[in-house]
T-cell receptor, first 114, second 113 residues
Framework: DGGITQSPKYLFRKEGQNVTLSCEQNLNHDAMYWYRQDPGQGLRLIYYSQIVNDFQKGDIAEGYSVSREKKESFPLTVTSAQKNPTAFYLC?????????????FGSGTQLSVL | GESVGLHLPTLSVQEGDNSIINCAYSNSASDYFIWYKQESGKGPQFIIDIRSNMDKRQGQRVTVLLNKTVKHLSLQIAATQPGDSAVYFCAEIDPNTGNQFYFGTGTSLTVIP
């Protein structure tokens, strides 16, 4: 999907377990984002990163952590502190070309709790 | 965060009819809006955008209208087709930081053959 690869597509977490969602892009975009989507709701911002080695909290960062060691990669860890992790997680990168601001999304990871 | 909302959660239209999906925003300083389409099990895809210095923008079968007075925008889809069935989101960029994208709750469009 537009050069953004998320894996795995489905992930199951046991109680007390940390899990990491992968997001890789080959679009050479500087900015990357993680969103959470719950059924019947819009996308809520978890974390975003403008450049390598820098990231900012979004509106619902509690219980999540990220890293940005490489431009291409922006993994999201759902920690045991996140008590309601079941959701569809979307990663995106941002293009700023020709006056247009576009987010290119991956195909998402569905996380469920066992 | 910013508030971007949609008036109706679901919309059903007959194939061939025109569809109108509405969205309201709260920050009068917002100056850039985007519409996304999300098909089931996939990530959202960019449809069309509009800046606050415009009232209307047209694409292929889609038109976005912006009314800054009442802080409202709409997406019009002409001659709706079964492939248009999806969830549609309006989004805005945070005018304060220029870095965060805020999404509405989405409207699920169903096209009846």
């Amino acid at each position: 999907d537009g050069g953004i690869t998320q894996s795995p597509k489905y992930l199951f977490r046991k109680e007390g377990q940390n899990v990491t969602l992968s997001c890789e892009q080959n679009l050479n975009h500087d900015a990357m984002y993680w969103y959470r989507q719950d059924p019947g709701q819009g996308l809520r911002l978890i974390y975003y990163s403008q450049i390598v080695n820098d990231f900012q909290k979004g509106d619902i960062a509690e219980g999540y952590s990220v890293s940005r060691e490489k431009k291409e990669s922006f993994p999201l860890t759902v920690t045991s502190a996140q008590k309601n992790p079941t959701a569809f997680y979307l990663c995106a990168s941002r293009s700023q070309e020709g006056g247009k601001e576009k987010l290119f999304f991956g195909s998402g990871t569905q996380l469920s709790v066992l | 965060g910013e508030s971007v909302g949609l008036h109706l959660p679901t919309l059903s239209v007959q194939e061939g009819d025109n569809s109108i999906i509405n969205c309201a925003y709260s920050n009068s300083a917002s100056d850039y809006f985007i519409w996304y389409k999300q098909e089931s099990g996939k990530g959202p895809q960019f449809i069309i955008d509009i800046r606050s210095n415009m009232d209307k923008r047209q694409g292929q079968r889609v038109t976005v209208l912006l009314n800054k007075t009442v802080k409202h925008l709409s997406l019009q889809i002409a001659a709706t087709q079964p492939g248009d069935s999806a969830v549609y989101f309006c989004a805005e960029i945070d005018p304060n930081t220029g870095n965060q994208f805020y999404f509405g709750t989405g409207t699920s469009l169903t096209v009846i053959p």
